[in-house]
């Protein structure tokens, strides 16, 4: 996924810099995540339940003898649960020194974006936006750009690894 020889963060000109983000879709969102933080994408595989974890960590895979939690996102945002189909993925990410799989309905294709185009979410009252890093702006369309350090704080992601190793 990624191009050979291209930063993940690269000075376009004085102006400003440019994003290089990984762009995949969970429901009929599309969201962006930031290529450096991306380890790789996978077919969605069987996974293995751990009991008394949060409802939104779908289970563990075995990657290369390392056991990874993967964790659901349409659940973690709320978003309706559908069957996965052949384009579901899970894009392995660093988290705050973790290694975590998500899963996402869709990978879609790597984006490169002016920093300028991305804003601050917008105030929305109650809706969750705490995982939320800026609203990017391409063409027609909106990128819900996620920074996955926020997704969890250090204590749940050291309770995800420590569940998935025992």
């Known amino acids: 996924m990624r191009e050979t020889g291209q930063p993940a963060q690269t000075k376009s000109n004085a102006a400003g810099s440019v994003l290089q983000l990984v762009s995949f879709k969970v429901g009929k969102e599309e969201f962006g995540l ?66 975590l799989g998500f899963v996402v309905d869709e990978v879609s294709e790597v984006l490169r974006i002016a920093s300028e185009t991305v804003e601050p979410p917008p105030q929305m009252g109650n809706v969750e936006r705490k995982y939320v890093q800026g609203i990017g702006k391409i063409q027609d369309r909106l990128l819900i750009v996620i920074d996955p350090s926020l997704l969890f704080n250090d204590g749940e992601c050291a309770a995800f690894t420590a569940a998935a190793s025992a």
Do not use: M, S, W
């Open 34 to 99: 930031d290529i450096l933080k991306v380890q790789e994408i996978i077919r969605l595989r069987e996974l293995t339940r751990v009991p008394n974890l949060p409802n939104f960590v779908d289970g563990v895979i075995n990657l290369r003898g390392q056991v990874i939690p993967v964790i659901g996102l349409r659940r973690r945002f709320g978003i309706n649960t559908a069957e996965a189909d052949k384009r579901a993925r899970i894009v392995v990410a660093e988290v705050n020194g973790h290694v």
